[in-house]
């Protein structure tokens, strides 16, 4: 065993684990299943332990594979972040420079972002990319994405995380609605309602957060999770309900909807700009710091 890589083995026994089966994992790994079994056998030889237990029906994982594929899983997603980091150093030096956004960004900082222009080192360019805010945070920290733009509230030890602006909610509604009607809005108007609104696994803090609210009101309108503000104006314009989105989304409203913002003033999006702390240096943080100035510089636009 001296000879193999250790990281194999915890390649092996996570997929067995995952898999079920000597089978199923042998023909994902590309090799045949005697060949796993004698490899799993060499390992449970030099730990003096059996990390499965083996029957006719049924593979399962003993105490100690618990306890091993744990681990090794562990290992795995550090071994996978290192790989992408290395990745990420090369992208720093030879560009382009990637910075992501949440398709709930306002649409002030999107035009902002794709007239930036990096620093010298990175003259190869800027490449914008979207993505909701969960796959951005794991993206920057994997590596994949110098930086981005999310939706608040983003929290990693691993990260530096700054507020680059905020703008309210609006309700979208058909123009045939009875609150089309009306002077202004509020949360305690929805109860009942069906309501368009962005998806909790793209968002789940920031979903957290909205519901704990309302539901604290004693409302309880009926959620129907989109991903695009185009389909739920599309909806909306269908008569299928109404639509929960930034209000810079009326700037691209169609016929047949009008926008009413919400009065409630707790209820609003932060947009906040992140990175991996440990990458604050060179030319990747003088063109984080220069991107956060000017995005706060555009606060009087997304008021």
Not at 48 to 65: E, H, I
Not at 85 to 113: D, K, M, V, W
Not at 211 to 219: A, K
């Amino acid at each position: 065993m001296q000879s193999r890589n250790p990281l194999e083995f915890h390649i092996l026994v996570v997929t067995i684990s995952q898999e079920g089966s000597f089978v199923r994992a042998a023909k994902k790994l590309g090799m045949t299943q005697p060949t796993l079994t004698r490899r799993i056998a060499s390992l449970e030889k030099s730990l003096g332990t059996r990390l499965f237990d083996r029957t006719s029906r049924r593979l399962q994982l003993t105490k100690a594979g618990r306890l091993f594929v744990a681990e090794s899983t562990v290992s795995l997603e550090h071994a996978d972040r290192a790989w992408n980091l290395a990745r990420y150093q090369a992208q720093i030096e030879n560009g382009p420079f990637r910075i992501g956004y949440s398709p709930y960004t306002h649409s002030a900082f999107l035009r902002f972002l794709h007239q930036a222009s990096p620093p010298g080192d990175l003259s190869s360019g800027v490449v914008i990319e979207s993505a909701p805010t969960r796959e951005l945070i794991e993206r920057v920290l994997r590596g994949q994405l110098h930086a981005a733009l999310g939706v608040s509230p983003v929290r990693d030890d691993d990260l530096w995380v700054k507020s680059a602006g905020r703008e309210g909610l609006s309700l979208c509604i058909p123009r045939n609605h009875t609150l089309a009607q009306t002077a202004a809005v509020a949360v305690k108007d929805l109860d009942g309602e069906m309501i368009f609104w962005v998806p909790q696994s793209a968002h789940p803090r920031f979903y957290g957060r909205v519901m704990q609210y309302i539901h604290s009101l004693g409302v309880t309108p009926v959620f129907k999770e989109v991903y695009a503000e185009s389909h739920a104006q599309e909806f909306t314009f269908q008569g299928f309900g109404l639509a929960l989105l930034p209000r810079s989304a009326a700037r691209v409203s169609r016929t047949g909807v009008v926008f009413k913002a919400l009065s409630d003033q707790y209820l609003g999006i932060e947009t906040v700009l992140f990175m991996r702390s440990d990458q604050r240096y060179g030319v990747v943080k003088e063109f984080i710091d220069d991107l956060l100035f000017r995005l706060l510089a555009l606060k009087t636009a997304i008021n």
